[in-house]
């Protein structure tokens, strides 16, 4: 009995060391897409993304969360104004990323939403490379 506990706490402790070994190639020519970076989770996530090389594109609610954003980060990260409870937002949003990256997009959402972050999954206990690894497995898909 203990040893089978001892082998699934060792599998376990595998597979996490495994998952963040995995790295995802050639950053400095994906992007990724993130909502809500006014403030909160979208923002911190945005802004270290920005950090690691990749090219950000940052929906914000407000003008002023997106210069506030655009003052604190470098050119690698562009702005839009979105607001997710307005059809014609959404579709302004959408078509000003396919005129940014065309086919590149590298995100990832629960289907339909494929090809969105919700910033909900830089929550504590989630860490960007986990959430880097988590991209490149759906960009694949």
Known sequence: MWLYLAALVGLC??????????????LRDKYVFITGCDSGFGNQLARQLDLRGL???????TEKGAKQLRDQTSDRLETVILDVTKTESIAAATQWVKERTGDRVVACGTPPQRGLMSSAMSAPGIRTNETLGHLQRSAQT
Do not use: G, I, P
Request: some cysteine.
């Open 13 to 26: 402790y595998l597979l996490r060391w495994y998952r963040e070994r995995q790295v995802v190639s050639n």
């Open 55 to 61: 090219r950000v594109l940052a929906a914000c609610l």
